[in-house]
Each structure stands twice: as structure tokens, then as C-alpha cells.
Nanobody, 128 residues
């Protein structure tokens, strides 16, 4: 089991950037694939991106491609989600999850229930 803590959320204006962090304690996060999800009020949790362990292959959903980037720093036991040009549709609770690999079945874009280890989330608000 991996204990995850997200941070970096906050209130920003449209067009601004944020970098979210997902830090593990008690485990080497470099041995895990890590995915970022978000959940807006009244909506289902939605997968955004995933980074594999080992080769650091990344996957990202089309809706945020070009604006969001996932990276990892194994020395800091942390995976980041860099978010640029934030838009009014981006506010949500952003959460990270860990598993052995990004791929479940035949896709990285998978049901959140297939992840066992989650952080508590960090809130992102975009408002002028």
C-alpha cells in the first residue's frame, strides 16, 4: 500500500498555471505508475494522465493535451502535474493514484475503482 499526499492546488485566474505534487511516504514511488484524476462537483472522477514506472512512459487525455504535463522526480518521491493556461472548466478536486502499471486491460484510461491507493486530493479553483 502506498500513502499519497497531493499539494499545490489553489485559486488562480484563467490563463495562469499551477503545479500539483503527489508525494509518497513509506514507499518508493519510482516503483509505481501514478495517475492523476479530477472530479468536479456533480461529475464523475475523470482520468487525466498517467506515468509508468521504469521507462516513464506517459499518457494524457485529449481534453488537456498541450496544457497539462505529467512528470516524476524519483529523488523527491514525487509525481507532478504541471497545468498551464487554466480554464474555467478546470476547477475540480485533483487526486493522484498509484498502481503497478498505467495499463489496465488494454488502456491507460481506466475506471478509478481499479486503483487501490489514493491521496486525499487538492482543490483547484479558476476564477477571475
Amino acid at each position: 500500500q502506498v500513502q499519497l499526499v497531493e499539494s499545490g492546488g489553489g485559486l488562480v485566474q484563467p490563463g495562469e498555471s499551477l503545479r500539483l505534487s503527489c508525494t509518497a511516504s513509506g514507499s518508493n514511488l519510482g516503483h509505481y505508475a501514478v495517475a492523476w484524476f479530477r472530479q468536479a462537483p456533480g461529475k464523475e472522477r475523470d482520468g487525466l494522465s498517467c506515468i509508468n514506472s521504469g521507462d516513464d512512459t506517459t499518457y494524457i487525455t485529449d481534453s488537456v493535451r498541450g496544457r497539462f504535463t505529467i512528470t516524476r522526480d524519483n529523488a523527491k518521491n514525487t509525481v507532478y502535474l504541471e497545468m498551464k493556461d487554466l480554464k474555467p472548466e478546470d476547477p475540480a478536486l485533483y487526486s493522484c493514484a498509484a498502481d503497478r502499471t498505467c495499463i489496465y486491460g488494454s488502456s491507460w484510461y481506466r475506471d478509478p475503482s481499479t486503483f487501490n491507493d489514493w491521496g486525499q486530493g487538492t482543490q483547484v479553483t479558476v476564477s477571475s
